[in-house]
């Protein structure tokens, strides 16, 4: 736990307490150039400190002092799991990849052969999954395409803010890394909130904005105002909820506390609340010890005091979470602090994909065995969900039908509503690891959702000027 905070009067309000506990601290961050720089890494052979140069050579690293003193437990590494989840292993390459960037990086080859080197390994990381790029961004009426904007369910519109395609610290699996490693060709970002407001004026089906990144939490408050308070306008009664997801309540929670910027913060989210939206904040957690510390747990009740909902949701990873005991603290964790349990995700088949992925089959056992721990309070959270591109497949469970093992699955969400809700089943299979490894069960050759996917895929990619 901090040593910042000071001793607090009973009296005071959640926003009294939190703003006398924590004094402005400073944002310090280490990037891969500064590796050498942190002085915990000492602790590890110079050939770690190289495996970790080689890595972070082609997957994104950004750590900042926070996590390094208060998340970490520096007499717990490299098992430690917020260790695993900021900072890179060897393991997260694949042999060859590693071989071939640590080979040209000790003859001290010349920084073109290098950067070629490490732009084709990332493009065998399925930079872009679920087909991302082509099949989720709209268009206009000159069949343009709308950067910045993505559409995939019927209701929900994702918005990638330019100034919010960054985070306080990188997580090592993430799924979005492709931004982050300079390649603007693989950015999904708007710096425009007029393309954004125009695109919701005209889609009026639109109940809920999704303001992502990256983290929109990095960005200044007057920016995020200039993106949201317009939607108070008469104009945009149909968006009903604002969700943004951050991870700044792990990374960085002092963003919500002891500052000029984080106050406006607050306010901004007092009135949205209180202009009749719903707010939610969609915190990406992946331990109970992201929840530990003081600082975290002033910043979830200085939220909480807007009005505005936290709800919590995160990938299942081997190295990191791939146990129901760590689920079922954390939920119950979560719960205790006002947070609502939202989702267990399975790890996305891109980036370090192979260092984390947990078998489907696995992680329904993990889901099952921590929700049996938990109360009906904590049970509310969904999974082991896939988000891919025909979209968000649950498993539901294991079971035998007919004489055949088999994986009950269903729509969360499905690029055609129609799909959701409908149970369909897979061949039992205790490697598969992403829905793409599964075949349907009963002999069937086909999904029930098979050819419309492929219908509206094809459309989606000739719109887009590309062969299906
Ligand atoms: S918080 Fe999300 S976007 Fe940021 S590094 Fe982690 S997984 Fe990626």
């Known amino acids: 736990m901090s040593a910042q905070?000071?001793?607090?009067?009973?009296?005071?309000?959640?926003?009294?307490?939190?703003?006398?506990?924590?004094?402005?601290?400073?944002?310090?961050?280490?990037?891969?150039?500064?590796?050498?720089?942190?002085?915990?890494?000492?602790?590890?052979?110079?050939?770690?400190?190289?495996?970790?140069?080689?890595v972070s050579s082609v997957l994104p690293f950004r750590v900042n002092q926070y996590v390094i003193d208060e998340l970490i437990d520096w007499s717990d590494i490299p098992a430690d799991p917020i260790f695993q989840l900021t900072f890179p292993q060897r393991g997260m390459l694949a042999p060859e990849h590693f071989e071939r960037i640590a080979s040209l990086l000790r003859s001290g080859a010349d920084k073109a052969e290098l950067d070629q080197a490490i732009a084709e390994v990332r493009h065998e990381l399925n930079p872009h999954p679920a087909d991302q790029m082509e099949m989720n961004m709209p268009r206009d009426e000159s069949g343009e395409r709308l950067d910045g904007i993505q559409h995939k369910y019927r209701e929900t519109v994702l918005f990638f803010p330019s100034q919010g395609q960054t985070c306080h610290s990188y997580c090592t699996?993430?799924?979005?890394?492709?931004?982050?490693?300079?390649?603007?060709?693989?950015?999904?970002s708007a710096s425009?909130?007029?393309?954004?407001?125009?695109?919701?004026?005209?889609?009026t089906e639109v109940t809920d904005l999704l303001f992502t990144g990256g983290d929109p939490m990095v960005m200044k408050t007057r920016h995020l105002r200039d993106y949201l308070e317009p939607l108070l306008k008469p104009e945009f009664d149909h968006i009903q909820t604002i969700r943004i997801g951050s991870k700044a309540l792990t990374f960085w929670p002092h963003r919500f506390l002891g500052t000029e910027d984080a106050d406006d913060l607050i306010c901004l989210l007092t009135q949205l609340v209180e202009a009749g939206k719903h707010v939610a904040l969609m915190a990406h957690y992946n331990h109970w010890k992201e929840l530990d510390t003081d600082a975290a747990q002033a910043a979830i009740q200085r939220i909480r005091s807007t009005g505005a909902v936290i709800r919590a949701q995160g990938p299942l990873l081997a190295h990191i979470?791939?146990?129901?005991?760590?689920?079922?603290?954390?939920?119950?964790?979560?719960?205790?602090?006002g947070i609502v349990p939202y989702y267990m995700f399975a790890e996305r088949d891109t980036g370090a994909?192979?260092?984390?992925?947990?078998?489907?089959?696995?992680?329904?056992?993990?889901?099952?065995?921590?929700?049996?721990?938990?109360?009906?309070?904590?049970?509310?959270a969904r999974g082991p969900s896939m988000s891919a591109s025909p979209g968000k497949v649950e498993i539901q469970g294991v079971a035998e039908v007919a004489g055949e093992k088999v994986f009950v699955l269903r729509f969360i969400q499905g690029r055609n509503p129609d799909w959701v809700q409908r149970p369909f089943f897979a061949k039992y299979d205790e490697e598969a690891t992403w829905l793409h490894h599964l075949k349907p069960a009963f002999g069937e050759e086909k999904w029930f959702w098979e050819d419309e996917y492929e219908a509206i895929r094809c459309d989606k990619l000739s719109a887009a000027g590309l062969a299906a």
């Open 321 to 337: 979470n791939d146990d129901p005991a760590v689920w079922a603290k954390m939920w119950k964790l979560q719960v205790k602090l």
């Open 353 to 380: 994909r192979a260092y984390f992925e947990v078998p489907l089959a696995r992680a329904w056992e993990i889901y099952r065995e921590a929700m049996q721990q938990v109360s009906g309070l904590a049970r509310t």
């Open 173 to 188: 699996f993430c799924f979005r890394w492709a931004q982050f490693v300079g390649d603007k060709e693989l950015r999904i």
């Open 5 to 54: 905070v000071q001793p607090l009067k009973a009296s005071w309000s959640i926003e009294q307490a939190t703003q006398a506990a924590f004094e402005p601290v400073p944002f310090k961050v280490y990037t891969q150039r500064d590796l050498d720089r942190i002085v915990q890494l000492g602790r590890l052979s110079p050939e770690q400190r190289f495996e970790m140069k080689v």
């Open 192 to 203: 425009e909130a007029k393309t954004l407001h125009d695109y919701l004026r005209r889609n």
